[in-house]
C-alpha cells in the first residue's frame, strides 16, 4: 500500500490540504478530497478530514491510499475473458465475472478488467487516469456484476456527473445472515477508513457521507436464519453495501472481511451481485438499463437454502 511522507515546504504554507495531496500523490482534486474525507492523510500525525482545511509550512504530512504507485502504460491483454453486455461509440457495459480486479492495484499490476478492456477497446488508454482508463465506478474483486466503462473523456465526465448526482440506478442482489426487523429501509452511516486497519472500510463520523437502501425479496431457515436482499446504492462508498449491513447487525454471507463466513453455510466469495444498472446515455441522453442474473455460483448457494 503506498505511503507518501512529506514535510511542507515553506511555499506551500497555507495550502488547502485536497491541492497539496493532489500534487503529493498525483492525483485529481477530487481524488485527493476523497483521500481527505476518508481519513487516509494526516498531519503532524493528526487525521485530517476536511478538503479546506490550511496547512502550515513544515507540518508533516502523510497519505496512505490503496492505488498502485503511476507505472508504465497499461498494454492490453486479449486472454482475459469479458461480457460485453452492450457497446457504442460511448460507452461499454460489461458483466464483470467475481475474481476479477477492475483496475491495477497493490498487488494486481496485471490480469485486470482493464487490461482486458484496453485489448479490444484501445481508444480506453485516453480516457480518464492512466491506471484507471476508463473507469467512473468500481466493484469488488469478489463482487460479480454490471459496470459501465467510458469509451471518450466527454463521455467519462457525464458519467461522473451522474454518479455525483446520485441519478444512476445500481441495484445489488445481497444474502445476509439474519432476517431485517423491517422488510425494507435505508442504512445512513459515513463510511471512512478504519482507524485500526487501513486496508479494511468502517463506519465512522471522519468517514463520507453513504447511504444503502435494501429490501427484502426472500428469507429462509436452514441451515440458518438469512435473506435475499436487494440494495440500491445512493452513494458509491468502497465496500459500502459490506460495511452497511454488516454495521446493522446482518453481514453479507461469505464476506470473511467483515464477519459473514459460518462453517454451516460455505460460500465462495461475498454472496453480492450487481444485478441492475440504469443511466442517462451520455450523449443521447436516452435512459439505458440492464440486468444481470445471479451467476452459477450464487444461485448454487440459494439452493442450498430452505
Avoid at 47 to 68: I, M, N, Y
Avoid at 166 to 181: I, K, M, N
Amino acid at each position: 500500500m503506498p505511503r507518501f511522507e512529506e514535510d511542507l515546504p515553506p511555499a506551500l504554507g497555507g495550502e488547502r490540504v485536497d491541492r497539496v495531496v493532489s500534487m503529493i500523490v498525483g492525483c485529481s482534486r477530487s481524488d485527493a478530497s476523497e483521500l481527505v474525507a476518508s481519513g487516509a492523510v494526516e498531519v503532524d500525525g493528526v487525521p485530517v478530514t476536511s478538503r479546506s482545511t490550511k496547512l502550515a509550512a513544515g507540518a508533516r504530512l502523510v497519505v496512505v491510499t490503496d492505488e498502485a504507485e503511476a507505472g508504465p502504460a497499461i498494454v492490453g491483454d486479449p486472454s482475459i475473458p469479458v461480457v460485453v453486455v452492450h457497446v457504442d461509440d460511448d460507452v461499454v457495459v460489461v458483466d464483470k465475472q467475481p475474481d476479477l480486479v477492475v483496475h491495477p492495484g497493490a498487488g494486481n499490476a496485471t490480469g485486470t478488467l482493464v487490461h482486458a478492456l484496453v485489448a479490444r477497446f484501445p481508444e480506453i488508454a485516453d480516457v480518464g487516469e492512466p491506471e484507471r482508463p476508463g473507469i467512473v465506478h468500481r466493484i469488488d474483486k469478489g463482487t460479480s456484476g454490471l459496470l459501465v466503462v467510458a469509451r471518450t473523456e466527454a463521455a467519462r465526465e457525464s458519467l461522473v456527473d451522474q454518479l455525483g448526482q446520485h441519478t444512476v440506478e445500481r441495484e445489488y442482489r445481497a444474502l445476509v445472515w439474519g432476517v431485517p426487523a423491517s422488510t425494507q429501509g435505508m442504512v445512513d452511516a459515513a463510511i471512512g477508513r478504519s482507524g485500526r486497519d487501513p486496508t479494511r472500510m468502517a463506519v465512522t463520523q471522519r468517514g463520507r457521507e453513504a447511504r444503502t437502501r435494501y429490501e427484502v425479496i426472500d428469507t429462509f431457515d436452514d441451515p440458518s436464519p438469512t435473506a435475499l436482499l436487494s440494495c440500491r446504492l445512493e452513494t458509491g462508498r468502497t465496500h459500502q453495501i459490506r460495511v452497511h449491513m454488516s454495521a446493522i447487525g446482518h453481514p453479507v454471507v461469505g464476506d470473511g472481511r467483515y464477519g459473514g463466513e459460518r462453517e454451516n453455510l460455505p460460500c465462495p466469495r461475498p454472496f453480492l451481485h450487481a444485478a441492475r444498472l440504469g443511466f442517462e446515455h451520455p450523449t443521447t441522453g436516452e435512459w439505458l438499463a440492464f440486468e444481470s442474473p445471479l451467476p452459477p455460483d450464487l444461485v448454487e448457494v440459494l439452493a442450498r437454502l430452505s
